[in-house]
């Protein structure tokens, strides 16, 4: 059975530093949607990926996403896949596979997020 968590827009998870990965239809898409050619957007909002296989979006110096803005993700109707899966892809991988003391530890990220916090809540946890 697939668990759905909502996302709640708490924009938690834009703030934690990290990579979000960008395929090319991605690339294409967001920098459409910014008004901006793919070339300037490769070379202004985007950073080779640490395994070096391709791009992920700039982070601010504090570790937040380029794209968070005072209302939320500013290419929310484009915004990557992976910013999509987050938070149920994890909780689908993790939940009743991984005990939650080790998913806190491993994944912090996630007991940020309020979606998922209402969740525990709701499975009183
Ligand atoms: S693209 Fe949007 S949803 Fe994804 S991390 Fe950046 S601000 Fe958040
Ligand atoms: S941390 Fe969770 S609730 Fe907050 S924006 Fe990210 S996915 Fe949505």
């Known amino acids: ?4 968590v909502e996302c ?3 924009t938690a998870c ?12 991605e690339i294409t898409a967001i920098a459409q949607h910014v008004g901006m050619s793919e070339e300037r957007f490769i070379a202004e909002h985007t950073r080779l990926r640490v395994d070096r ?3 992920a979006l700039q982070e601010r110096a504090d570790g937040s996403c380029i794209f968070l803005a005072d209302g939320g993700c500013a290419v929310q109707p484009v915004k ?5 899966d987050f938070p149920s892809r994890w909780v689908n991988s993790l939940w009743g596979k991984v005990p939650l003391a080790t ?8 007991f940020n997020c309020a ?7 709701t499975n009183k946890l």
């Open 1 to 4: 059975m697939s668990i759905t």
């Open 8 to 10: 709640q827009r708490c």
């Open 14 to 25: 834009c703030r934690w530093p990290g990579e979000v990965r960008l395929d090319a239809a």
């Open 53 to 55: 296989r391709g791009l």
């Open 80 to 84: 990557p896949q992976q910013c999509r």
């Open 103 to 110: 998913m806190k530890k491993e994944y912090p990220m996630l």
């Open 115 to 121: 979606a998922f916090k209402d969740f525990l809540k």
